[in-house]
């Protein structure tokens, strides 16, 4: 048996108040943890021992919704350039993620899918690939975002199915209040995909509607979508207080101020908010202008805050899941005993895969981070091998 364990942690699960204690590794999976010092005779057996140094003992990270970094991107359909996304992920902590495409033509999102999905089931100094967010192109195009509207269209069953035939689809965001797209939600949650509204523009009573087409999260919420009113609460005021709705939240206090960060957090609580990144192209650069599509161009501002088309619109961030959880745990007051979850478990949830990781629990596969006081990531455990570390080991 392979054993491995973590001492010295500031350990944090699902089940009982944070506490300082050690961790025991079998084989990928987690074994055992317990309050204070190992047993001697346990830790005497064991050679292969990390010592955390009081840091904190998480959940691996799980982005669901990341298109790209470091100058590359879902859409380049290169699994060598996915693969530099997932070790730059693996630095910052993230131990699981979605490569998410972008709106195009039919054949350029197959072809996105393919690579992104051949990734799957590689284990290596990465992230792992869990398959892939298709973000579009079922949207609407009154609240297209950053996303070519050009491309926009509504779902039919020939190019889902393509697209299902393509590779692994976890994750797909639409805009519900077009009938087509209500249908694709029923043929998509039919195979097991989560299905989000997003980039749309429906009101309360199609929000709710979409419920019943497998809808149950919201894409990026605040952004993309139709706003709040007292008299027609829109996409927001559905995706606030229709409780089947989880919603992903891009806190890089950019797309989302503070103060809807805690609005976000007060409405939904800690189970039905997602961080996630939603990263693009440049993320990982140096401030400047770089290429988004093939007609556009995103600007980078404010090292790396900013990102903006030339129109003026958002288009990604440059965020890291660390930061996202530092941010939104700081916006909302909370603890990080509260706010843990949005950054792992709750995207489990969403994907459903949290049986087998999103928290510490026993039984589970070691998909685990070390983090200090401000989120700074010591190191990266993916199914109980090291993947980064900054040192610690």
């Not at 996915?82 to 993230?94: D, K």
């Not at 890089?252 to 939904?268: F, G, Y």
């Not at 401030?287 to 007609?295: A, I, L, R």
């Not at 700081?330 to 999103?358: F, H, K, P, V, Y």
Request: proline fraction near 4%; include cysteine; hydrophobic fraction near 40%.
């Amino acid at each position: 048996m392979n054993y491995k364990l973590i001492k010295n942690a500031k350990v944090i699960t699902p089940l009982s108040a944070m506490f300082t204690g050690w961790l025991l590794i079998s084989d990928k999976k987690i074994l055992n943890f317990q309050k204070g010092l190992p047993p001697a005779e346990l830790e005497s057996l064991i050679s292969d021992t990390i010592d955390a140094r009081g840091n904190y003992l998480l959940p691996g990270f799980i982005d669901e919704h990341t298109h790209g970094s470091l100058g590359f991107c879902t859409m380049d359909a290169d699994p060598t350039k996915i693969r530099a996304m997932a070790e730059r992920n693996a630095s910052h902590g993230v131990t699981a993620f979605l490569p998410t495409t972008l709106t195009d033509q039919k054949e350029n999102i197959l072809r996105a899918i393919e690579a992104a999905s051949s990734m799957v089931g590689l284990r290596g100094k990465w992230s792992k690939v869990l398959g892939v967010h298709l973000e579009g192109p079922f949207f609407n195009s009154v609240k297209a975002g950053a996303q070519d509207p050009r491309n926009i269209r509504k779902g039919t069953k020939e190019e889902i199915d393509a697209f299902l035939s393509a590779g692994s689809i976890k994750l797909i965001s639409m805009a519900p209040e077009f009938e087509e797209n209500l249908l694709a939600g029923d043929l998509f949650a039919a195979k097991g995909i989560t299905v989000a509204a997003g980039h749309t523009n429906a009101n309360y009573d199609q929000l709710l509607k979409a419920v019943e087409h497998g809808y149950s999260v919201i894409t990026h919420l605040f952004n993309g979508m139709g706003a709040f009113s007292h008299r027609e609460p829109g996409t927001i005021g559905g995706a606030l207080t229709i409780p089947e709705y989880s919603c992903e939240l891009i806190c890089d206090n950019v797309h989302s101020h503070p103060a809807a960060q805690k609005l976000a957090w007060l409405a939904k609580g800690n189970e039905k908010i997602t961080l996630i990144t939603d990263t693009i192209r440049p993320s990982g650069l140096p401030d400047g202008s770089y290429p988004f599509t093939d007609n556009e161009s995103v600007i980078v501002s404010e090292n790396g805050t900013n990102l903006r088309l030339s129109s003026g619109n958002l288009a990604g961030s440059a965020l890291t899941m660390n930061k996202a959880l530092r941010n939104f745990t700081q916006n909302t007051g909370a603890s990080l005993e509260e706010t843990w979850r949005c950054s792992s478990l709750n995207a489990a949830i969403n994907l459903g895969i949290s049986s087998d990781t999103g928290s510490i629990e026993k039984g589970k596969l070691a998909d685990l981070i070390l983090m200090d006081e401000n989120y700074d990531v010591k190191m990266t455990m993916i199914e109980g091998e090291i993947v980064f570390s900054k040192g610690l080991v």
